[in-house]
């Protein structure tokens, strides 16, 4: 794989990273063991490691008090919808920005990463009221639209395609490919790892977004997951501990799935063609 | 070049124009208390929207479904919203007038809520002397009272029994210097680290600390209830008492901010602190089976009286709701004393009709009995919309007052300088 | 359109106008999507926002948002007129000014680690180092403040085996700051490193044997092969972390509630608190002040670490 390499001779390498891993990963095996515990073990300080009596109550709990079904199916399409788009019309105007001239963009790209940089909690309110004058209120659509592009997702294809070589544009020209589909054919296939990468951060994103489902929804029935869990752990004055890991633990899940999924392409990478 | 800089121009104008059409109309008429419309008699007809936040929003349908009994024709759809940005939500919602017919609405926000010019004025046909007083003062906003208090919430003493036995003291303090000497006393016999949990300063600590404020007979606001008033000898007395606790190792100036309560009053290393009736379960969740003889709950100690916070959530309804006649009778039916007793056992929040509390469900318990005793004297902070931020300044004050040993006169006068130029947010 | 293309000045590389008409053509058809969701949802609300700024809008005025008066700069100039936000400020820089470096390196150490260094159970660390990330911030914060206890949490405890008395971490103020930007480092180095990674797959491993056989060493390879080569995506992870970093708001929300003494109050925990007081104007004015912090961080980093081509 790396050629002559002396793999084994590493050893200490992987212990120090092996000890900065369990370190790392603690509060997350925390989360889950915490979830099989009961209200009174999780206040206890300082905190317990194992279960003193693991159940499965938590979980119970949360599956029949809340229509998880409901609240995962909208969770789901509205991440993988957003997920979509950005992968698409991100690297779109990314590759532009990076390696086509045109009137406009270096005005564009300032604007973009202009509003990068703004906080988002001031749009927050003008946002919502034009979303409800213009009826998207309390619908996916609504929940799907002002994240369908990001100014992240533009900025990081951008630095991306711009690490490619430019002869790669020239050579589709000269074959007489036109212009999206050097796009299409030659750039994108090239563009796995930081595809794989926009499209983990995007997923977390969108499937962990709170307030703006939360406002925007006016009925059960447009919840997204992590809205629902807010609603059945957290009282006026406590907190439910138990239900509260135990759907901190149902809601990792779909993340680490896409995670381990994506990650693949970090190994495929490209150690293709086309780089000379 | 002639292009861009004519778009300039035409920028600048346009927003020279539009800024120049800016500006608010002269004040408005002030103060003058509005009574709510009346409601018809005769059953409730028509669907009704309501919010309802956390638990009690799950449990509301199962009630309102005994109200769609009584009035066939009659719906409620309950729309359960998380207590996590709740605020955020309604303010929203107010902004793009999307509110629900009925809300169940926090008592701290309603000053702000009733100043945007939400809430529907409560009909005269709801008597209000069935309430608790403290509990509908939390309804009442410059002179007009919204909506109604439907549960309630007090801060009373939690304490060790045995511990506080084996210290020499067989029952609760009654006054102020019985408190620090209980304290003290279980310092020095018991084995507490810390004689008692007092929040020192920041964010919240005010509801600590006012409960004393209120029984040394401190009026929050003066000018007829038009202006806040913390620069007062009732106030700074307290706050001098509150600061000694710290400065003479009683509490904990450097507990961090989100405290271990339940398990130091389980093991005994902090036997006492200041809390509302969730407590009573949350501790019994961690001291185990038994736990809930060991310790008791007592009123504030008395200074001139015994006051102490009064929370909770009141039901309001919304100006711009299309079915008012529905909702309010909805609401009605929210605070009849049987509907009280019902839903204080589907859900344990506490009834704000005072008749509620004979019901044995309730009086047989001798630790809920005395949150209804203190309820009768408990008061609840001024309903400004700009009670938030100016109790703010006063959480920061504090924690300068116990952490750094503050002069408590000085830092009374600077919250009160801040209040004053704050506002109290009224037309 | 835009008078700093260079299309007018275009250097004799570029072949005839008609394919540059083509390849102008293509862009915008390529940026037209993104363009026009991101002037409905983005540009508008932020231009309503701007306006807001300049005003004393509060929350009662929302609903109808010409009747405000226009005061200027007047927002502007109270925010600096007042100690909490200058505290915030000077809070937010030294979380930043240590933060950002000390992620980038953990984040680059790790992802040459895990691409260069070990072969196997690669997808073991990976997936173990971005765990922190999507972590719920409840559980994060339980373990840590148990890490951060003062008598019996393990930092301390470590501590004192050599012989050091560690402070009360989170209830400190001179020490509350270093405890969260610890955390904070921990929680999103994986985000950075994942996107080194990412990068360091665009390095070609025939540079590296190139210069191996030339008798270049690993600490040598890295320093003129790897390093220039990954510019553009350290400026991306400099960038990006910077921005997130100067909105730092999450960690000190949770663990300390900006205290104790305010020490760890940020920039933008002052600005939520003043939205949800209903001072909209001075609050947006607020957010304008972050961004414009913000816009001059980015710019000096673009500078410090501009492609070179």
């Known amino acids: 794989m790396i ?136 619908s996916l659509p609504g929940l799907i639209l002002p994240f369908l592009v990001s100014p992240f997702g533009v900025f990081l294809m951008r630095q991306f395609i711009m690490g490619l070589p430019r002869d790669l544009l020239d050579a589709g020209r000269v074959d007489g490919a036109g212009e999206l589909r050097i796009f299409a054919r030659i750039i994108l296939p090239l563009c796995g790892p930081a595809l794989a990468t926009l499209g983990i951060l995007t997923f977390l994103g969108s499937w962990n977004n709170f307030l703006w489902p939360l406002v925007v929804a006016q009925t059960e029935d447009t919840y997204t997951l992590p809205v629902a869990l807010a609603l059945y752990s957290k009282g006026q004055n406590s907190t439910n501990y138990g239900l509260l890991l135990a759907g901190a633990t149902v809601v990792v899940l779909p993340v680490l799935a896409v995670f381990l999924a994506f990650q693949r392409r970090f190994i495929e990478g490209i150690a293709t063609t086309g780089i000379k | ?349 506490l009834p704000s009709v005072q008749s509620a509390w004979e019901d044995p469900a309730i009086s047989s318990d001798p630790k809920l009995a005395t949150f209804g005793e203190q309820l009768k004297t408990a008061q609840a902070p001024p309903s400004f919309p700009t009670w938030e931020q100016v109790i703010s300044q006063f959480d920061t004050e504090l924690e300068k007052v116990t952490k750094q040993g503050a002069d408590p006169a000085a830092a009374l006068k600077t919250v009160q300088q801040q209040a004053e130029s704050i506002g109290t947010g009224g037309q | 359109m835009s008078v700093t293309s260079p299309q007018g000045h275009a250097p004799s590389r570029r072949p005839a106008s008609r394919s540059g008409l083509r390849e102008g053509r293509a862009a915008w058809a390529l940026a037209l999507p993104f363009c026009l969701l991101f002037l409905t949802f983005t540009v508008w609300p932020v231009i309503q926002s701007l306006f807001m700024s300049f005003t004393d809008t509060r929350s009662r005025d929302l609903k109808t948002p010409f009747a405000v008066n226009v005061v200027g700069l007047d927002n502007f100039a109270k925010a600096f007129q007042d100690p909490l936000f200058l505290r915030s400020a000077a809070n937010t820089a030294y979380f930043v000014l240590v933060g950002v470096p000390l992620t980038l390196v953990l984040a680059l150490a790790a992802a040459v680690a895990l691409d260069r260094g070990i072969t196997r159970l690669r997808a073991v660390f990976r997936l173990g180092f971005y765990l922190p990330v999507i972590t719920s911030i409840v559980a994060v914060a339980v373990v840590w403040r148990f890490l951060l206890q003062d008598e019996y949490g393990l930092i301390n405890t470590v501590l004192g085996w050599v012989g050091i008395d560690g402070p009360n971490w989170l209830g400190d103020p001179d020490w509350s700051m270093p405890a969260l930007i610890l955390m904070a480092a921990w929680r999103n180095f994986g985000t950075a490193m994942i996107i080194f990674l990412a990068g360091l797959q665009a390095v070609p491993w025939s540079l590296h044997e190139a210069a191996a056989i030339d008798g270049a060493g690993a600490w040598k390879r890295f320093r003129y092969i790897t390093l220039p080569l990954l510019r553009p995506t350290i400026l991306f992870v400099s960038v990006t972390t910077g921005i997130g970093y100067l909105q730092f708001f999450e960690e000190p929300y949770v663990m300390t509630n900006g205290g104790p003494l305010n020490s760890t109050l940020s920039m933008s925990m002052y600005t939520y608190r003043q939205f949800g007081f209903g001072n909209y104007g001075y609050a947006a004015s607020v957010s304008y002040i972050i961004f414009v912090v913000i816009a001059v961080v980015t710019a000096i980093q673009f500078r410090l670490l501009r492609e070179k081509d």
């Not at chain 1, 789901?76 to 990314?94: E, P, Y």
């Not at chain 2, 909506?147 to 304490?159: A, K, S």
């Not at chain 2, 959530?313 to 909702?327: E, G, L, M, P, Y």
Request: with cysteine; proline share 5%.
């Open chain 2, 1 to 349: 070049m002639r292009r861009s800089s004519a778009i300039v121009v035409a920028t600048i104008a346009t927003t020279a124009l539009a800024l120049s059409a800016c500006g608010r109309d002269g004040g408005s008429a002030s103060g003058a208390t509005t009574e709510g419309k009346d409601v018809s008699s005769g059953k409730a007809t028509g669907t009704i929207t309501v919010w309802a936040m956390g638990a009690e929003g799950e449990k509301l349908p199962a009630l309102a479904k005994e109200f769609e009994a009584a009035n066939p024709g009659a719906k409620v759809n309950v729309t359960a919203i998380p207590w996590d940005a709740a605020h955020d939500k309604f303010t929203t919602a107010i902004t793009a007038n999307k509110t629900p017919d009925a809300a169940m609405v926090g008592t701290t926000w309603m000053g702000e809520f009733a100043g945007l010019g939400a809430l529907d004025p409560t009909p005269p046909s709801i008597d209000k002397s069935q309430f608790f007083e403290g509990a509908w003062k939390t309804t009442e906003v410059d002179g007009t009272s919204y909506g109604i208090p439907w549960y309630v919430e007090t801060r009373l003493l939690y304490f060790r029994t045995d511990l506080a036995k084996k210290a020499g003291f067989a029952e609760a303090p009654k006054d102020w210097e019985g408190l620090k000497a209980m304290a003290k006393a279980m310092q020095t016999k018991s084995g507490a680290k810390w004689g008692i949990g007092l929040q020192a300063g920041g964010t919240g600590s005010w509801q600590t600390l006012m409960p004393f404020a209120w029984s040394n007979g401190a009026d929050l606001t003066k000018d007829g209830g038009k202006a806040y008033n913390f620069d007062t000898p009732e106030v700074q007395e307290a706050v001098k008492y509150y600061q000694s606790f710290f400065t003479e190792g009683v509490s904990d100036k450097a507990a961090p901010a989100t405290p271990t309560t339940e398990p130091d009053f389980a093991s005994g290393k902090v036997p006492m602190f200041i809390s509302g009736p969730w407590m009573m379960s949350a501790v019994e969740k961690v001291g185990g089976a038994g736990f809930k003889d060991k310790y008791s709950v007592a009123p504030m100690p008395t200074k001139k009286t015994s006051s102490s916070f009064v929370g909770g959530s009141d039901f309001v309804v919304f100006k711009n709701s299309k079915q008012r006649d529905t909702a309010w009778k909805f609401v009605q039916f929210l605070s009849d004393p049987k509907t009280q007793v019902k839903w204080y056992q589907q859900s344990t929040d």
């Open chain 1, 3 to 138: 050629g002559t390499r002396k793999s084994s001779g590493h050893w200490w390498l992987y212990a120090i990273l092996t000890v900065c891993l369990v370190a790392v990963i603690s509060p997350f095996v925390w989360m889950v063991l915490g979830s099989f515990k009961s209200e009174g073990e999780l206040r206890q300080s300082p905190p317990t490691w194992w279960p003193e009596a693991a159940s499965l109550d938590n979980y119970t709990q949360l599956f029949s008090r809340l229509d998880f079904g409901t609240y995962f199916a909208n969770s789901i399409v509205v991440a993988i919808v957003v997920t979509a788009g950005n992968l698409l019309f991100c690297s779109m105007l990314g590759y532009a920005l990076a390696m086509l001239e045109f009137p406009g963009k270096r005005a564009l790209f300032v604007i973009v990463m202009a509003t990068l940089m703004i906080p988002g909690v001031v749009t927050f309110v003008p946002l919502f009221v034009l979303v409800a004058n213009v009826g998207l209120i309390d």
